[in-house]
């Protein structure tokens, strides 16, 4: 009596691409091992499907068919074992169910006879091979996708704001598209605190960012805006912010000011009409009677508009000045903060030595990776000549190549990284210092804005006016050992006076011991408005 067979052919969409396999070739073997053989064929089922689990549309057709016409065959025949499973687990248990339903499943180029028990040695081989390739390549893909992404690259879709798109190396990346100026505006209009979250919404998909609300709480929580990738934590590696080589569409400072609102740290919903040219320093100011902050506003008279700066009159207390002349008297304020030349040049040595020292060890790092790069170069050049007289397989070389010109990639960009000499800290070093020179002249010809930038980055606490004086209990640590004005050391006026060697004796030692000369030109200079 002829057996009776199911043929099974399987083939995933990438093996079709990459290796060659075809669902035509695998019948053709199938039909003409039958033939050969004498067994019916019963029926054939084709999937373009992984072979990671039996989900397989075209599997569970089969399954389901015998499973209702049980005896319809006695065989299921594949291929090689591959073309059954890629997972060891689930094909045992796939086997023994379809032995209870009186089918033997094989492998038509792998045969094997399951009533022999050593047999199944070689099956769990089989079995084995194929599932460990598949754990290889989403090893070597998490690896890859986790070195790229530390390097900076974006690798998934972009995101809104953002289209994907190839560099000159062809590497995947992501630039700015019509949408990046409305994703900006939703981050500004956030940071104002005077809409909340859906009201933006609502406004941003009104002038053509459409974005569903679960998508745009995502949009405005995720760093990459401000130009900083996530990396998880994995096996033994701390999960930790990288930066991006892409455009960042918002600054750092107005990305963490909007999750300070989301998260409640900062107040939401300000003050009606808490910012006005004329008023730069409503909010900045405490009263000198009650110490409660000062605010401001406009008063009518004369046929015109005359602005103050006052205490709440609701709470009883009736201070109250001129805004005119408060702000020319904070204007003089900061004439006083004179940065002395003796003082700037010894920062600027010490800074200058700093980078004397990273630029040498600059140095050795890009010299060895073009070592590297030279020594993989070799290896390259090695086995193209190898392919080309016949000692390697072309398909070998391949591979090679695939592994190693990624890798001289990489490393071509860390050096040319390297050897980038003018990064931020040499950057705000020099415009930081300079800056610091005539602070009044900056502020007095400034926006409302960065005089308020100004005014915050110097006086980390509310300021005092009182008969045309300003008083402050502390100023930023930059300003208390870089200026010699009577303010900045708390009144002391012996100070004033003092020789270059005194202060060098102050200013050393400082930066010698903690180490924040350049990590306060750093928290200082974007606020002061100093950008690269």
């Not at 019963?42 to 397989?56: C, I, M, P």
């Not at 605010?295 to 005359?306: F, M, P």
């Not at 009144?491 to 010698?512: I, M």
């Amino acid at each position: 009596m002829k057996q009776k067979a199911i043929l099974y052919i399987r083939v995933s969409t990438d093996e079709q691409a990459e290796k060659g396999y075809s669902l035509k070739h695998q019948q053709e073997r199938l039909e003409r091992y039958c033939e050969f053989q004498g067994i019916d064929i019963v029926a054939t089922y084709q999937d373009d499907h992984s072979a990671k689990t039996f989900e397989r549309p075209q599997f569970q057709n089969l399954l389901s068919s015998l499973k209702k016409r049980r005896e319809a065959a006695s065989l299921l025949l594949f291929t090689k074992w591959d073309r059954f499973s890629r997972n060891a687990g689930d094909a045992y248990g796939m086997i023994n169910q379809l032995r209870k339903l009186g089918v033997d499943p094989q492998a038509i180029e792998q045969p094997l006879d399951l009533n022999i028990p050593e047999n199944k040695i070689m099956l769990a081989f089989y079995l084995a091979a194929p599932e460990v390739e598949n754990d290889r390549r989403a090893l070597n893909t998490l690896v890859g996708m986790r070195r790229a992404r530390k390097e900076g690259r974006w690798l998934t879709t972009a995101p809104k704001g953002y289209r994907n798109c190839r560099n000159e190396a062809n590497q995947p990346i992501i630039e700015p598209n019509k949408d990046a100026p409305l994703v900006r505006l939703a981050f500004e209009e956030l940071s104002k605190g005077l809409l909340d979250i859906e009201a933006v919404r609502r406004l941003v998909n009104g002038k053509g960012l459409k974005v569903s609300r679960s998508a745009f709480w995502y949009l405005v929580r995720n760093p990459m805006y401000c130009g900083k990738l996530f990396i998880p934590a994995w096996k033994d590696e701390e999960a930790t912010y990288v930066r991006g080589i892409h455009e960042p569409l918002i600054t750092e400072t107005l990305f963490n000011e909007v999750q300070d609102i989301l998260s409640g740290r900062k107040k939401n919903v300000p003050a009606k009409n808490t910012r006005h040219e004329a008023l730069p320093l409503r909010g900045y100011l405490a009263c000198s009677r009650c110490g409660r902050p000062i605010t401001g506003s406009a008063s009518h008279g004369n046929g015109g508009k005359y602005y103050y700066y006052h205490c709440q009159a609701s709470l009883g207390c009736k201070e109250r000045f001129k805004a005119t002349e408060a702000n020319a008297a904070f204007i003089n304020y900061l004439q006083t903060f004179k940065a002395k030349e003796d003082v700037l040049n010894l920062y600027s040595l010490i800074i200058e030595e700093r980078f004397k020292r990273a630029k040498t060890t600059k140095s050795t790092e890009s010299k060895d990776a073009q070592v590297k790069i030279e020594k993989l170069a070799t290896r390259l050049k090695n086995a193209k000549e190898m392919m080309l007289d016949g000692e390697m397989e072309r398909s070998e070389y391949k591979e090679i190549r695939a592994e190693l010109e990624p890798e001289i990639e990489r490393l071509k960009k860390a050096q040319t990284t390297i050897n980038t000499v003018e990064d931020d800290y040499q950057l705000y070093g020099r415009k930081g210092l300079s800056i610091l020179k005539d602070l009044a002249t900056i502020y007095a010809s400034a926006d409302l804005q960065r005089k308020q930038q100004i005014q915050g980055a110097i006086f980390p606490e509310k300021l005092v006016y009182s008969e045309n004086i300003y008083r402050t209990k502390t100023l930023h640590p930059l300003f208390e050992v870089i200026t010699t004005t009577e303010a900045a050391f708390g009144g002391n006026k012996k100070r004033k006076g003092q020789h270059f060697a005194d202060l060098s004796c102050q200013v050393a030692p400082r930066v010698e011991n903690s180490n924040l000369l350049l990590e306060d030109l750093l928290d200082l200079c974007p606020l002061l408005g100093i950008t690269g």
